[in-house]
């Protein structure tokens, strides 16, 4: 009864393990896709930047990201936008987060204090991203996600341009 049991548990779990594979297959080769595109960047005033904390506890070998993003303003809409020099490591579902709470350094500390933003456009280079906020105090770091696997890959502290 034992083995029956195990064999319909493990026969149920193969449709949900392969599923997980192909998403994450399908989200490396969009990863991989994204990175040749042309940079975009959007023109306007930028009201805060900040670095990747590259020394963050959540960076590891394989989850890590470096570069500069900045806090634009054009007209009364609030764009993220990531520099030229931005890369990240190869993922399959990476997600921008805002949040008005000081950069979070590690997996543990993901909370409903980030708000998502979108999937990431470009891995390397940059892009912009419209926010739904037009209040630059609700924006005081972002964060790069990996929502399929729940990893940290990044954050920054955006601070007030001089």
Not at 37 to 60: M, S, T, Y
Request: with cysteine; charged share 25%; aromatic share 8%.
């Amino acid at each position: 009864m034992k083995k029956l049991l195990l064999g319909f548990l493990f026969v149920g779990l193969i449709p949900t393990a392969s599923a997980q594979i192909l998403d994450a297959i399908r989200g490396h080769v969009q990863d991989l896709r994204a990175r040749t595109e042309e940079h975009q960047k959007i023109e306007g005033v930028i009201l805060k930047r900040g670095q990747i904390d590259k020394n963050a506890k959540g960076q590891d070998l394989i989850h890590n990201s470096s570069g500069e993003w900045s806090l634009v303003k054009v007209g009364n809409q609030l764009f993220l936008q990531s520099s030229a020099d931005f890369r990240s490591s190869p993922g399959p579902d990476y997600h921008i987060y805002i949040s008005s709470r000081p950069a979070i350094k590690d997996n543990d500390e993901f909370s409903s204090q980030q708000i998502e933003v979108g999937r990431i456009k470009k891995p390397n280079g940059a892009a912009f991203y419209l926010l739904k906020t037009e209040n630059p105090e609700d924006v005081s770091s972002m964060l790069i996600w990996c929502k399929q696997f729940k990893e940290y890959i990044g954050s920054a502290d955006l601070l007030p341009a001089r």
